[in-house]
């Protein structure tokens, strides 16, 4: 089956610029998360959507991160405006509605922005 | 959601088995202890999950004591391909609503030399 895709892969910005990322879970996967990852640390969990509700956005930096899931499939995460500190991977990941007991999640490769 | 303390790097020669402690004293009933892969330029990738006492697949084993305040994620016979970060989690299964919550920590970089 197709993993998770993501796009674009890297992407460099001028402070105060916008960007945006967009994230094609797996077909059919309910559960779709976005994380921030700076290097030399774990992902950091921003938000997460079930379907196309927001589950937890505890960490979303709301003053300038914004992200909506279009019919509860696609996704985009906005940053505007960016700072330097914005410097990360950004990795999507998705799982399927927990019928049974699973807590694996499928991530996408990540997009590389780095703010200049 | 229960914190988890791994150590920081280890260091493995090609060949010996690898085992990776992971400490999460307030782990909560319904949590389930999942271990993540992660390579360099990659993003993170299921090895193994479970809940109690002794899970094995393919890839690694995975041994949580009756107590379940601690696991040990233990990988036979590394090569150098298995030179990551490992994230030791402990995810809630959020059943009402049929999610996870996936929260990951520092993580231990392994290392496998020749």
């Known amino acids: 089956e197709a993993g998770v895709a993501q796009s674009p892969r890297y992407k460099i910005i001028e402070k105060r610029q916008s960007v945006a990322f967009w994230c094609n879970p797996i077909s059919g996967h309910a559960t779709l998360y976005w994380y921030q990852q700076i290097l030399g640390q774990g992902p950091k969990l921003l938000i997460q959507?079930?379907?196309?509700?927001?589950?937890?956005d505890s960490q979303l930096p709301k003053d300038r991160f914004s992200a909506e899931r279009l019919k509860g499939v696609d996704s985009t995460l906005k940053i505007q405006p960016a700072k330097l500190e914005d410097s990360a991977v950004y990795l999507c990941?998705?799982?399927?509605?927990?019928?049974?007991?699973?807590?694996?999640?499928?991530f996408g490769q990540g997009t590389r922005l780095t703010v200049v | 959601l229960a914190k988890t303390t791994q150590p920081i790097s280890m260091d493995s020669y090609e060949g010996q088995e690898v085992n990776i402690t992971c400490s999460h004293n307030?782990?909560?009933?319904?949590?389930?202890i999942t271990w993540y892969q992660q390579f360099p330029s990659q993003g993170p990738r299921f090895i193994i999950q479970?809940?109690?006492t002794k899970v094995t697949n393919e890839v690694a084993s995975l041994f949580i004591p009756a107590d379940r305040k601690s696991s040990t994620l233990s990988l036979p016979r590394v090569s150098l391909s298995d030179t990551a970060v490992y994230y030791c989690?402990?995810?809630?299964?959020?059943?009402?609503?049929?999610?996870?919550?996936?929260?990951f920590g520092a993580g231990t970089r392994l290392a496998v030399h020749p």
């Open positions: 989690l402990v995810g809630v299964l959020m059943f009402s609503g049929g999610y996870n919550k996936l929260i």
């Open positions: 479970g809940y109690k």
């Open positions: 307030n782990i909560a009933t319904n949590d389930y």
């Open positions: 990941a998705s799982s399927p509605r927990t019928q049974g007991i699973s807590t694996e999640a499928f």
């Open positions: 959507f079930q379907n196309n509700g927001v589950v937890d």
